[in-house]
């Protein structure tokens, strides 16, 4: 593809691949600019012609600072592309591979990460999978939100898969996570656990396979920020932990009050705005709850099936037994 001109775009060099195409660096002929095209593999499966498709209506309507700009989207020679604003300062995903970000640092990143999706919404845009992999950063270190190929347009409601878990498991909020229909305060879900990430090097909920994760987005409550490291302000802590809330009512309620609990955490103010009610707070969600005990068999087969079925290959399970 190197030298093959495509929609007046003169491919210069690779700069990703996958499953789904590949991302190039190329020459705009009619701007005399450096761009990214993205074009979508011959051999895409139907759902991932969909998601390029849904990416493209996404991001034209979007125009943020802090939002990868889209220059423009068609098909030319037979190949589907998208022609995006060359970003050449990495992911957040290759940062906290470094280590933990400062936490000022790692606020005024979720603070970008926020006002794009605050713009997104505004839109009715839900992005439905912001994770690190999907922050990028320009030359002078500002934040870009990118990747929309999950996005649900709120107008386009055939777009929607209630029932269908999309998305990266360790940012899944716990409605998204079982397929349930969600909102903008799922993408502040994912926000938080990005949070959670880059100031203590890991996802909140970490775990061998999808299905363990899961289950901990659904049941158990993030770790204290402490725990990771004494000198994180509690305020940060009680940010991260409304963000996190199981319940979408609990949680800030909109991109825009995120926004202003991070500038108050930022500028040093206590803010009782972001705490978590003592009883979100514990470290047991249920402490009444009894263990689950026996049938190991059984257990490990059906965790082996669920993990079939978040992968894409799911199946009929029947468990059956005496009442009681």
């Known amino acids: 593809m190197i030298g093959r001109i495509v929609a007046n775009l003169e491919i210069v060099e690779l700069l990703g691949l996958g499953g789904a195409g590949e991302v190039y660096r190329a020459l705009d002929l009619s701007q005399q600019r ?11 499966e139907p759902d991932t012609v969909m998601r390029f498709v849904r990416e493209a209506q996404a991001l034209a309507m979007l125009r943020h600072p802090h939002i990868v700009a889209v220059y423009g989207s068609g098909v030319d020679q037979g190949l589907r592309y998208i022609v995006m604003e060359l970003m050449l300062g990495g992911t957040l995903r290759e940062l906290i591979a470094r280590g933990p970000l400062p936490w000022r640092t790692a606020v005024t990143v ?21 994770k690190p992999g999907n922050v990028m950063f320009d030359t002078e270190g500002n934040t870009k939100l990118t990747d929309f190929g999950l996005a649900h347009l709120s107008e386009a409601s055939a777009m929607t898969r209630t029932g269908t878990v999309m998305g990266t498991v360790f940012y899944l909020s716990p409605e998204q996570a ?57 305020a940060l802590d009680a940010t991260v932990q409304r963000l996190l809330e199981k319940d ?3 949680r800030f309620q909109s991109a825009e009050e995120l926004v202003s609990a991070l500038d108050r955490l930022l500028r040093g103010e206590v803010d009782a705005s972001a705490a978590v009610p003592l009883d979100a707070s514990s470290e ?7 263990p689950l005990v026996g049938r190991d068999a059984e257990r ?9 079925a978040v992968s894409g290959a799911g199946r009929t399970v029947i468990v059956a037994g005496e009442a009681g």
């Not at 450096?34 to 895409?44: D, G």
């Not at 970008?112 to 845009?125: E, F, R």
């Not at 047991?284 to 009894?290: F, M, R, S, T, V």
């Open 178 to 234: 079982v397929g349930r229909p969600i909102d903008a305060r799922s993408d502040l879900y994912a926000l938080g656990a990005v949070l959670f990430e880059m100031v203590t090097g890991q996802p909140p909920f970490p775990g061998p396979t999808a299905v363990s994760i899961i289950y901990k987005h659904l049941n158990e409550q993030p770790p204290r920020l402490h725990h990771a490291d004494a000198a994180l302000p509690p």
């Open 248 to 250: 979408p009512d609990r």
């Open 284 to 290: 047991d969600a249920d402490p009444g709850a009894l």
């Open 300 to 308: 490990t087969s059906l965790i082996e099936a669920l993990d079939q």
């Open 34 to 44: 450096e761009v990214a095209l993205k074009i979508l593999s011959e051999r895409a």
């Open 110 to 130: 979720a603070r970008q990460i926020a006002c794009a999706l605050g713009h997104a919404h505004a839109h009715g845009v839900v992005h439905r999978d912001v």
